[in-house]
C-alpha cells in the first residue's frame, strides 16, 4: 500500500485523466467534489493553449464535470507565468487563441509585431502563410522563439490533428532556432502551478495519463506520481520507460 499521508495538495492532467473525448472518466466527478469539500488545494492541468480557463471550465461543466474556472492552469497560464519572472511587461508576437492572448494581456504583455521581445507560439487552427513569415523574420532578427506546448498532434474524433509542436517545427526549420517549451514534460508546468496554490513538492500529488509528460515531469519536479490507465497508458508502454511513477491506479475513481 502506497503512503499518500503526506500529499496535500494535487495536480491532475485533464484528458485521459479526468475526461476522455467530451465524457467524465470514472471517479472523475466524485474525486473533484472530494477536493472541493475538504478544502483541497488541488489544480487541472491542461497543455492545451486554446482556450482561456473560463472557456474550458465552461466546457467541462457542459460535459458535466464541474471544476471553476481558477482551478484550471493550462499551458498558456504556465507561459505567461514564465514572461513575467523572465521580462515582466514585455512584448511578443503571438500565434495563438484567446486562451494564450488573454494570458499574455493578463500579466501586461504587449503584442506587437514591431520590434517584439518574443515570439511566442500557441495552439491554433488559424495561422496562415503571412503570421507564419511574421514570425520567422522576428526570429531572424532577434526575438526569442517560445511555444506553449511540444505535442505534435492533437485528438479529434476524425483523426489526428498538426499541433503547436508541428507549427513550431516548420518555423525551427526555417530559422534554425527551437522554441523553449513550457508546458508538459517541461516540469515548469508544474512548478508553476504549485506557486500558484501555494503547494509544497513533497506534499503534492500529481495524476497523469503518460508517462512521457505527466510522469517524467511529475519526477523531475519532486512530486508524489499516479499513473492512471484509462488514458493512453498500458503494461507494455510502462514498461518501455527507464522509470516508474510512484503508483499505478485503473482511474481516479481508486483515490476516492
Ligand atoms: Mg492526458
Known sequence: MVDRSKITSWLTDMDGVLVHEGHV????AELISKWQAEDT?????TNNSIYTPRDLSARLTAGGLNVPEERIWTSALATAAFLDKQMPKGSAYVIGETGLTQALHDIGY???DNNPDYVVLGETRNFNFENLTKAIRLINAGARFIATNPDATGPSADGPLPATGSVAALI??????EPYIVGKPNPMMFRSAMRKIGAHSESTGMIGDRMDTDVVAGIEAGLHTVLVLTGIA???EIRKYPFRPTEILNSVADLV
Open 25 to 28: 472518466l470514472p471517479g472523475a
Open 41 to 45: 488545494p488541488f489544480l487541472v492541468l
Open 110 to 112: 504587449t503584442q506587437t
Open 172 to 177: 525551427t526549420k526555417a530559422t534554425g532556432m
Open 234 to 236: 498500458d503494461d507494455a
